[in-house]
């Protein structure tokens, strides 16, 4: 549904208040609440002009690297974007791989957190460059980027805390893909960079939309318009970066991770079901018009009201010192 309403909106780009008026046109005020609640869905294979297994088909013709995904017992799951040879640039595969991951992680009821990484020490390079000249036509690189869009809203969207954990450079597609998660922690010489405009491009994951969302219009301008490099004491001014750790001892990037999941515990301590109600109100409230976002709150609610963990709170008499 999503993604047919920003494909029709990026194939009508001559009519620009056309995603304004798909707000406005929500006939049942609850259905796209119901939506969030209950997941996305597959990329739609109707969107004029979109069809998910030609782009798949497509992607896969340019291999290499991986997606890697550990779910931990303690609810908190670890995405590997695994492509050092290219400093974990996205190849066509691994973009098909990131999708298949998502499908997993919303069917992973346990999750209360995610931690996306990049392998060897470094974030994410962006889109494989080798990949991007094959496809540099606007027909492939309109699918590709909506292929992408998709996959980052649901990303962003899962009912996991989630964190990018910035060690490296994150450039491109890889400063997009920090964007689709709920908070960045940047390790001491890591760098944030929308390198789009030396690119002769913009964003198409969705990286300006939500980098907006995070940063403020005048910052995301001066971000994308300066393709500046985002160190960890601007990302932390900016409000960009939620932390800067310490970072490897060794190199090996465990050191990060371990004070990425020790910070993400904070926020995740509790039983899933909570966890996972709390992202969803807060994703509603950020995506939703009020109206929506209050229905939707109250039908998450009503998830958790008289559940075993409210339960168990009103039983033990807790006080809040
Ligand atoms: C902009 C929009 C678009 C999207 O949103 O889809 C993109 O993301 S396009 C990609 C944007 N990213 C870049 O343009 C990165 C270009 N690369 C660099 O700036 C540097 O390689 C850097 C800073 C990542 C690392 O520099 P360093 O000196 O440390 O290492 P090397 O340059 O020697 O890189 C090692 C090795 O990796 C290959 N590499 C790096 N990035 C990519 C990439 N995005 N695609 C393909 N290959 C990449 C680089 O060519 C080297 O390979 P080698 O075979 O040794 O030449």
Redesign the pocket.
Known sequence: MVLSAAGQHLLRVSRPGAWGQHLLRVSRPGAWGQHLLSGIGSVSTTAKGFQEKEIREKLQAFPGGSIDLVKQESGIAVLTVNNP???N??SGSMMVELEERVSQLEEWTEGKGLIVQGAAGTFC??????A?RAISNPQDGMK?CMF?QNVLTRLLRLPLLSVALVEG?A????A?LTTACDFRLMVPGGMIRF??KH?G?V???G?AARLVRIVGSQNALKMLGGALKVDPEMGLQIGLADGVLEGSLDGSGANALLEAEQWLGCYTTGPASVIRAIKKVVVSGRELPLEVALRTERDVFGTVWGGPANLQALASKAKHK
């Open positions: 040879a290219r400093m640039a996205f390079s962006g889109s494989d460059l080798n991007v590709m992408m450079s450039l491109g597609g890889g997009e390198v789009h690119m491009l964003p198409g994951w990286g």
